[in-house]
């Protein structure tokens, strides 16, 4: 009837006669309110309980490239120097799973006589990159049955012992005598008894919840190397002791258990078995 009237009409008739068509368009089944609210629903994430055991929730990697530590005199003179290179590690976070991994490609120990302590480097874990030391440790790990696991591998150290570095060292940290530790070594005493006491509480947990560890560590001693005041005199001595090589397994006396302890199956989880094996050892 609008359309084929001749009336002229206000600016306010015809605000209101566009109202009107406009509620009679929004004017929705339930049926067409329901669809349209679900094309406009936002999905919340799934819980951590409901996503894959395998499903990354956070990852955090720390690198660091070079870091050192000096230590010398008031008047400047060096007593100790050692550092670090290529420090590396990661955090992996999964809805049942953490994955902690450290690794270190060197490390070392210097004085003014020479060096003190020095890294040797082994193929990774993963087998890509050289590193003088790798340790990961998963909690909940998904590839076995243990509650946790922890797996290291560190390379050889060759260990200079120098009387004159390590008086110098022991001077430069010893306090003074003159100074009053009293109050101090009560608050020590203190320390040590609540820590004392929080390692006991934490070992009656522990045998209560009876977690099991699967530990792989393979781990060559250091090369302890014992120098003459004046190493370089012509027809100086000096005597190395090869501490060996040592490598710890729990996973290869799972079948063995049973021989070891025996008993009931509930009576053999209140152990844990290991198995170590040292080699190379000498001087």
């Given at each position: 009837?609008?359309?084929?009237?001749?009336?002229?009409?206000?600016?306010?008739?015809?605000?209101?006669?566009?109202?009107?068509?406009?509620?009679?368009?929004?004017?929705?089944?339930?049926?067409?309110?329901?669809?349209?609210q679900e094309?406009?629903?936002?999905?919340?994430?799934?819980?951590?309980?409901?996503?894959?055991?395998?499903?990354?929730q956070?990852?955090?990697?720390v690198?660091v490239?070079?870091?050192?530590?000096?230590?010398q005199?008031e008047?400047?003179?060096?007593?100790l120097d050692?550092s670090?290179?290529s420090?590396?590690?990661?955090?992996?976070?999964?809805?049942s799973?953490?994955d902690?991994?450290?690794s270190?490609?060197?490390?070392?120990?210097?004085?003014?006589?020479?060096?003190?302590?020095?890294?040797?480097?082994?193929?990774?874990?993963?087998?890509l990159?050289?590193?003088?030391?790798?340790?990961?440790?998963?909690?909940?790990?998904?590839?076995?049955?243990?509650?946790?696991?922890?797996?290291a591998?560190?390379?050889?150290?060759?260990v200079?012992?120098?009387?004159?570095?390590?008086?110098?060292?022991?001077?430069?940290?010893t306090p003074?005598?003159?100074?009053?530790?009293?109050?101090?070594?009560?608050?020590?005493?203190?320390?040590?008894?609540?820590s004392?006491?929080?390692?006991?509480?934490?070992?009656?947990?522990?045998?209560?919840?009876?977690t099991?560890?699967?530990?792989?560590?393979?781990?060559?001693?250091?090369?302890?190397?014992l120098?003459?005041?004046?190493?370089?005199r012509?027809?100086?001595?000096?005597?190395?002791?090869?501490?060996?090589?040592?490598?710890?397994?729990?996973?290869?006396?799972?079948?063995?258990?049973?021989?070891?302890?025996?008993?009931?199956?509930?009576?053999?989880?209140?152990y844990?078995?290991?198995e170590l094996?040292?080699?190379?050892?000498?001087?």
């Amino acid at each position: 009837k609008r359309g084929s009237s001749a009336t002229a009409k206000s600016g306010e008739d015809v605000f209101e006669d566009a109202e009107e068509d406009l509620g009679e368009a929004l004017q929705m089944t339930e049926a067409e309110w329901n669809h349209l609210q679900e094309v406009f629903e936002v999905h919340q994430p799934e819980s951590a309980t409901n996503q894959a055991p395998n499903s990354l929730q956070t990852r955090v990697v720390v690198i660091v490239e070079h870091a050192s530590l000096i230590l010398q005199k008031e008047h400047g003179e060096q007593v100790l120097d050692a550092s670090l290179r290529s420090l590396h590690s990661t955090v992996l976070l999964y809805p049942s799973t953490v994955d902690v991994s450290l690794s270190v490609a060197s490390y070392g120990m210097n004085a003014p006589e020479g060096a003190l302590m020095e890294s040797s480097r082994c193929q990774s874990l993963g087998g890509l990159t050289d590193t003088a030391m790798e340790i990961r440790y998963i909690l909940a790990p998904q590839d076995t049955r243990a509650d946790a696991k922890l797996t290291a591998k560190l390379e050889s150290t060759l260990v200079s012992v120098r009387s004159e570095s390590i008086d110098r060292l022991l001077e430069f940290i010893t306090p003074p005598k003159d100074l009053d530790y009293s109050a101090l070594e009560s608050a020590v005493a203190i320390e040590v008894t609540k820590s004392i006491e929080a390692v006991q509480e934490a070992g009656r947990e522990a045998i209560a919840r009876k977690t099991s560890l699967e530990v792989h560590l393979q781990v060559s001693a250091p090369k302890v190397r014992l120098l003459p005041e004046d190493p370089l005199r012509l027809g100086s001595k000096q005597l190395v002791i090869d501490l060996g090589t040592f490598a710890v397994d729990s996973s290869a006396l799972g079948s063995e258990k049973t021989a070891i302890h025996g008993g009931t199956p509930q009576e053999q989880a209140l152990y844990d078995c290991f198995e170590l094996v040292g080699s190379n050892i000498s001087a």
